[in-house]
T-cell receptor, first 117, second 113 residues
Framework: EPEVTQTPSHQVTQMGQEVILRCVPI?????FYWYRQILGQKVEFLVS????????KSEIFDDQFSVERPDGSNFTLKIRSTKLEDSAMYFC???????????????FGNGTRLTVT | QKEVEQNSGPLSVPEGAIASLNCTYS??????FFWYRQYSGKSPELIMF????GDKEDGRFTAQLNKASQYVSLLIRDSQPSDSATYLC?????????????FGTGTKLQVIP
């Protein structure tokens, strides 16, 4: 079964550094998402991406964050200047093409654990 | 504010019992509802989805939806220790042509052998 793959599985960075988290969504999917989960807390929506542009973003997704689909397969999340509170698990997810009833569920990657020191 | 609410638990049930997990949502425009299971340190794994009022059964799992009450639940029959995990309720909303999935805080389930 096709999978969403994320790299790296664990990223450690120093405060103020830039990080790029990478995702390869399932090939025939059209909607892409980033979520994050701070340890012990809920899965929080960051941003959705469709047709090569952001379709929606949360209040968490401020100017320090950006997303890109540079080559038609990868989907990246960049944090320009990391803060301690950015430490979390970041999940990429994708959704297949809209079907009648469009009840297609999100497929999650295994996540990248980001630790900011 | 659009929210999905769950009791954080922990919900403890003995092995072999029925576990009942509940979720309410605030946006009446919500159209699809999902239950994900998340083991500690792992990504959410889809176990059920439902979009019509009533019950949907899949093996030991039954999802129940009541749109009038804005309530969705998950029943796990014959609970096993391996079912011990956090169960996330998720609600899908068609937001102007884009799909947005919002998660609840999750209910931690402990199945006691």
């Amino acid at each position: 079964e096709p999978e969403v793959t994320q790299t790296p599985s664990h990223q450690v960075t120093q405060m103020g550094q830039e990080v790029i988290l990478r995702c390869v969504p399932i090939s025939n999917h059209l909607y892409f998402y980033w979520y994050r989960q701070i340890l012990g807390q809920k899965v929080e929506f960051l941003v959705s991406f469709y047709n090569n542009e952001i379709s929606e973003k949360s209040e968490i997704f401020d100017d320090q964050f950006s997303v890109e689909r540079p080559d038609g397969s990868n989907f990246t999340l960049k944090i320009r200047s990391t803060k301690l509170e950015d430490s979390a698990m970041y999940f990429c997810a994708s959704l297949r093409d809209r079907a009648p009833g469009w009840n297609s569920p999100l497929h999650f990657g295994n996540g990248t654990r980001l630790t900011v020191t | 504010q659009k929210e999905v609410e769950q009791n954080s638990g922990p919900l403890s049930v003995p092995e072999g019992a029925i576990a009942s997990l509940n979720c309410t949502y605030s946006d009446r425009g919500s159209q699809s509802f999902f239950w994900y299971r998340q083991y500690s340190g792992k990504s959410p794994e889809l176990i059920m989805f439902i979009y019509s009022n009533g019950d949907k059964e899949d093996g030991r799992f039954t999802a129940q939806l009541n749109k009038a009450s804005q309530y969705v639940s998950l029943l796990i029959r014959d609970s096993q220790p391996s079912d011990s995990a956090t169960y996330l309720c998720a609600v899908n909303l068609d937001s102007g042509g884009y799909q947005k999935v919002t998660f609840g805080t999750g209910t931690k389930l402990q199945v006691i052998p």
